[in-house]
Every structure is written in structure tokens, then in C-alpha cells.
């Protein structure tokens, strides 16, 4: 039998000990005010400023990194249900631009939620990846942090109640008396969709063997990743851009996932509208785009009272699409305040495709088979970044659509259709790769 002394000599003992530290001080008084009149007292980290936005939390056990970069987070003070924050650290957000990434590791360039509330920010982080903490991670984009609070009783008030706009006080901030109602700024009344869209096209793998326009209403950089990865020659167009003035150029259209109110996005939905009607090629809509798809196709979004926003979301499907078979259960990745109204009966052509198991809200539609259409919009995120994978295939699908119609194509004239990307009248296309352009 081996004795517990030699059992400790012969193990090495790692992780938290060789840890590295935070190097942020955490003994800042910071406090999160709700326009509802509760406060919450605790300990400030990352950067040492005070600012206003809209309080949401999220459920997500993972990948925190990931959801600070989503640019649908703009604007918002991002609640974690998770008691531990920060123990893996933060990655260096730098990657090629081939056929295989697109310039990023996380979702964007930079941090997009305008502060962090947490229950306990870790004081060491350990991960091979890692180059820096969560603290200084922050401190370096100008996103403050709360740590010693009771997240929980936050998330219950959120529930309860609903989103809720909100203060992040810090350092002598927080010593002063909690704002007044009507000093508490509302994000969503901006257009957040135009502050986090690119402001020019730009090109992602041109040699791709299909040719896809996407509307960028604020991407993750993941949904970009896996049109690319799968071939894809992808043109990025700032959001209020009208694709039909050069859409003949391209196998397929897809609309990204954004922040804010949809209805700022009318202007995309008009356009969109012109077409559904000239236009028979694939389209595809995710968040954002999956609202302006719906509200092209004539429904109404709306604001839900807390939304949906984590790694854990079970949606239903009601109708079979490519890999998505009717009556089987998905458990997506979420994150967004409105959703579109379910409606009897439907507008024609169009039909429900996945419903939400907790809530019954719209988590997809699609065009009807009848149409003459292939079009599909889903409120979840099947590229994940973090979560589940179990709709990642509908890029496939999406993919393949498009791709199926470019050889139809081919067959009609008897030639190559494949060409370089033009310029967008008014704009000068980037021709050359580049990193994806997220709004800081």
C-alpha cells in the first residue's frame, strides 16, 4: 500500500497554485443602481468608470468571453448567473483570414457590453490560452465590472419585473445618491444596429466556390467563420444597404444577428421586401435578421419582458428543412430582447419552423413549400460561439442551397457564372481580405 506522504511527493500539484493573478485592485466601492429603485453594493474591477445602459442576465456557464464580444450585448450591463467569472482567463483575440477564420478568435474586436456584473470575479485565471484576466481585460476596452454582488437576487428582480435600465457607479460614484428615473439612459431608443455595422463592404475568402452577400446588422464573427469555412465567398454590407441593386452577383443572401430595437431596421425590412418578390435565391436570418426576415414577410416583432439570453435554450421544430427534422428538440444558444408575434393564421407563403419550449415565442420561420421560395430565418444562434452545436448543419444546408443554385444556373448558360465582386454603387469593395469590422 502506497502512503498518502509519497502519494503527495509523486503528484505535482498545478492549477490554481500556478495560476496567474488578476494584477487589478478589487477594493474600488462599485455599486449597480436599477431604475427600479434597488441598489447592489460590491467591488469594482476592470475600468474605473461609471456608466448607464440597459440590465440583462444571462445563463450561460461558459464561454464569457464570447458573450462580452457579441455586439448584440451593445449598449447593456451583462449579468451573470454563474457565480464564477474569469477563472480561464481571455485568449489573445487574433487569428488568420484564409478560408478557415476571419481575424478574430472571440466575436468581435472588442468588448460590446458596456459593463459586467458578477458574483465573484476570479483572482487567478489558468488556461494554456490565456493572456491576460478578465480584470484587465476590461480595464484595457473601458468596461467597468461589479464583483461581490448577489447575482442571484439580481436575476430574480430581472425576471420578475423584466429587463431593467440601470447605473454602474463606481469609486466616489458610488457614494452618491442612486440617479433619479428620468436621468436613466435607454440604449434601445438609438439605433444600435448602424453604431455596429461595418461602414463598408469588405470581401472574406473571394476565391469561394459560391459567392454570398450577408447584411450586417452586427455579426459574430462565428457566423462569418462558418460560411467561410464551408467554401463560401463571403461580401459583408453594412446593414441599411440595398442588396438589390446588386444582387444578381450573388448565390445567396444572409442577414446577421444585431443590437437593439428591430424596428430601427425598416429600412433593411423595405428592401428586403422588393426581394422576396423579384428574387428566387436562397436567404438566410439569424436574431436581428431572422426579425427583419419576419417583418418583411409582414409579422410584428415585440419586446419580451426579460428575453432569452444563454447557452441552454430548448426550441421545437415544427417543420423538416434540410438537417432540421419536425418534432425533434434542440437545445440553442441565445441571446435577444424581441421576438416576433405568433399569428393566425400566417402571412401566406410563410410558415412557423421552430417555437420556444419554455416560452412558446417564435424561435424560427420558414417560406412554405408552395412559395417557390427558400428562405429561413431562426432567432437562435446555430453557429453557437459558445453553446450547443446542434443546428450548426443549417449553414450547411444554407450553403448547399445556394450552392445548388449557382449549378442550375451554370447549366441555363452553359458557362462559368463565378466572377469577382463588384463595387457596391457608391462604395469601393475591399477586394483583399480583412478582419471583420466590428463598431469598438
Not at 477564420?101 to 485565471?125: H, R, W
Amino acid at each position: 500500500m502506497i502512503s498518502p506522504r509519497i502519494l503527495r511527493l509523486a503528484i505535482p500539484r498545478h492549477a490554481r497554485g500556478l495560476a496567474s493573478q488578476v494584477g487589478n485592485n478589487t477594493h474600488i466601492p462599485g455599486v449597480l443602481h436599477l431604475k427600479t429603485g434597488q441598489s447592489f453594493y460590491g467591488r469594482s474591477f476592470g475600468a474605473p468608470k461609471s456608466i448607464w445602459g440597459e440590465t440583462v442576465f444571462s445563463t450561460s456557464i461558459t464561454s464569457y468571453t464570447e458573450s462580452m464580444t457579441d455586439p448584440s450585448y451593445r449598449g447593456q450591463i451583462l449579468v451573470f448567473t454563474t457565480p464564477l467569472i474569469g477563472n480561464y482567463g481571455v485568449p489573445r483575440n487574433e487569428a488568420p483570414v484564409d478560408n478557415k477564420d476571419v481575424g478574430v478568435v472571440l466575436e468581435s474586436q472588442n468588448i460590446q457590453c458596456s459593463a459586467v456584473v458578477v458574483a465573484d470575479v476570479a483572482e487567478k485565471f489558468s488556461h494554456y490560452l490565456a493572456v491576460e484576466s478578465l480584470a484587465s481585460w476590461c480595464q484595457k476596452n473601458g468596461v467597468p465590472g461589479i464583483t461581490g454582488v448577489d447575482t442571484r437576487a439580481i436575476t430574480r428582480l430581472l425576471r420578475d419585473q423584466g429587463t431593467t435600465l440601470g447605473r454602474v457607479a463606481v469609486g466616489s460614484d458610488a457614494s452618491l445618491p442612486p440617479p433619479k428615473p428620468e436621468e436613466y439612459w435607454d440604449p434601445t431608443t438609438e439605433n444600435l444596429v448602424d453604431q455596429a455595422s461595418t461602414k463598408a463592404p469588405y470581401t472574406l475568402n473571394p476565391n469561394g466556390d459560391v459567392k454570398i452577400a450577408v447584411l450586417d446588422f452586427g455579426a459574430k464573427a462565428n457566423i462569418l467563420r462558418s460560411l467561410v469555412r464551408r467554401n463560401a465567398s463571403v461580401t459583408v454590407l453594412p446593414w441599411n444597404f440595398d442588396f438589390n441593386t446588386v444582387r444578381d452577383q450573388y448565390d445567396g443572401l444572409f442577414l446577421t444577428n444585431g443590437p437593439g430595437d428591430p424596428k430601427h431596421c425598416m429600412e433593411a425590412a423595405m428592401n428586403l421586401r422588393r426581394t422576396f418578390q423579384e428574387w428566387n435565391k436562397p436567404i438566410f436570418g439569424i436574431c436581428m435578421g431572422h426579425q427583419v426576415i419576419g417583418m418583411a414577410a409582414g409579422l410584428e416583432a415585440y419586446r419580451m419582458m426579460f428575453g432569452n439570453r444563454g447557452h441552454n435554450q430548448p426550441v421545437l421544430a415544427l417543420a423538416s428543412s434540410g438537417s432540421i427534422r419536425a418534432g425533434r428538440v434542440y437545445v440553442t444558444s441565445q441571446n435577444h430582447q424581441y421576438a416576433l408575434k405568433l399569428q393566425d393564421p400566417f402571412p401566406e407563403g410563410w410558415e412557423p419552423f421552430f417555437i420556444n419550449c419554455n416560452d412558446s415565442s417564435v424561435e424560427g420561420i420558414k417560406s412554405t413549400a408552395d412559395s417557390g421560395k427558400k428562405i429561413w430565418g431562426v432567432q437562435f444562434h446555430p453557429e453557437s460561439a459558445g453553446g450547443p452545436l446542434d443546428t450548426i448543419e443549417m449553414f450547411t444546408d444554407f450553403v448547399n442551397e445556394c450552392r445548388a443554385m449557382r449549378l442550375h444556373r451554370r447549366a441555363e448558360t452553359g458557362g462559368d457564372v463565378m466572377g469577382a465582386p463588384k463595387a457596391a454603387p457608391g462604395m469601393a469593395t475591399v477586394e483583399s481580405p480583412q478582419p471583420i469590422s466590428v463598431a469598438a
